[in-house]
Every structure is written in structure tokens, then in C-alpha cells.
């Protein structure tokens, strides 16, 4: 059985140098895309769903339309919006080009996906993959400026 903060939502924050402010990154489900409009029922299903995996009853099978979603953020906004999550540690230090390069790799292919909770196509997983492609990106020297 899982802890009830074993599936908490991860998303990746990548802040502008001197700025306190950049991008967040974060994989949701797509309540927006036609095949959750056109059936009520199914965006009900998620949201049990998605408590039932928090709270650590069962990993949910279902999938569901999602994607890859890229606001304007701080630290500021970020503490705001949650209040409870763990401490954030920086994993990376970009040059204007590495960011670029980042952002080609780990953004625009995956835009729009399959949200699952079973097979970790969420927000686990693209966090992860996002992560341990940031620390290869920053350790590339021939980036540098």
C-alpha cells in the first residue's frame, strides 16, 4: 500500500537568472479535450481517479487525454499555490542556449499525451525524464557561451 503523499502532483520550475520568476511545467490531465467535454461521466471518473490514487487506495487504470502545460511562474506564486509541498532543490543551471536545447527536448514533443496512472505516463514520469535530461543539458560544455 502507498503513502498517502507517494502520488503528489511533481512539476518542474525553471526560474530566469537574477529574476525569481521563469516557467513552470506541468503534465495534466486535458479536461478541455473533446472526448472528456463530450462525456461528463468520464471527467467524474478521473477525479475519483485521481483521489483514489492519492490517497493510496488502488493505482488507477484508466487513461485519459493530457498534456504539457507551460505558465509564467515565480517563486513567489509557486509557494502560494501549494502551501504544502516539500522543499524544491535546483537540479540544473542553464545558459540561454541549454534552456533552449532543454525546452526542444523535454517540452515541445510532449505537449499532448496519454495521461496514466498505471504505467507512469503522468506527471512522475515526465518530471523524472525532464530532471535527469536538465543534469546531462548542464553538463554539456560546448553549450556554453
Known sequence: MRTKSSLAHHFVYVEKKFKHAGFRFDVLIDYKHESMVNNP????????????ALDGERIPTNTYPGLLVRQLASRITIKQDNPTSRIWR??????????????????????????????????HAWTAFALKMAKTIDKMPWIYP
Open 41 to 52: 461521466r468520464r471527467c467524474v471518473h478521473s477525479m475519483h481517479d485521481i483521489q483514489d
Open 90 to 123: 535546483k537540479e540544473a543551471r542553464f545558459t540561454l542556449l541549454q534552456f533552449i536545447l532543454w525546452q526542444n527536448l523535454v517540452y515541445e514533443p510532449y505537449k499532448i499525451l496519454t495521461y496514466a496512472f498505471d504505467n507512469r505516463r503522468n506527471c
